[in-house]
């Protein structure tokens, strides 16, 4: 079903909005949870609580991009669970290792702080808009979609050095950037 019509189901209360959605996207939008939660049952709970949430805001808000949005809300709900699950404890799973790898470009400073104020996702938005293609789907795989290393050549079809040196040149572009942009 196209998303003109999943989204005006959504506009008309009509339940079927979350069967169609779900068809559509639960495997994209389960691939963002697992990736981050690495837990089948924490991922299956994000997924419904990504559902119900598309429901709520679907009357008040009409997307541009039905993907992107419920890609959102997915991830957001499965970064809140995971930093529930993990606040008493650092360590265990990728996560802490991906945030400690953009801490360095953000200053020493917790990425988070900077996002819920909104500066670092415009300066990042405006960082990405000028990188190569390549380079901006290595770098988007890693931190947004939370994808291994591995993950990334396989999908790219290039080395994992490759991808750990755009990685890394990358990190250290953006840690210039942000210092340019006066965020550091």
Known sequence: MEDEKIIELYWERNQTAICETEQKYGRYCGRIAHNILHDAGDAEECLNDTWLRAWNAMPTERPGILSAFL?????????????????????????PYIYDELRDCAGGEEPF????????????????????????????????????????????????????????????????YLKKEGLL
């Open 113 to 176: 702080h900077h996002v819920a104020r909104g500066e670092l996702a415009a300066a990042v938005n405006r960082f990405l808009a000028d990188m190569e293609k390549e380079s901006r789907v290595i770098f988007v795989r890693r931190y947004w979609y939370m994808d291994g290393i591995g993950e990334i050549a396989e999908r790219l079809a290039v080395s994992e050095s490759k991808v750990k040196s755009s990685l890394f040149r990358s990190r250290k572009r953006l840690y210039d």
């Open 71 to 95: 890609g959102a809300i997915t991830r957001n709900l499965s970064l809140d669970c995971y930093r529930r699950k993990h606040s008493a404890k650092r360590g265990g799973g990728v996560m």
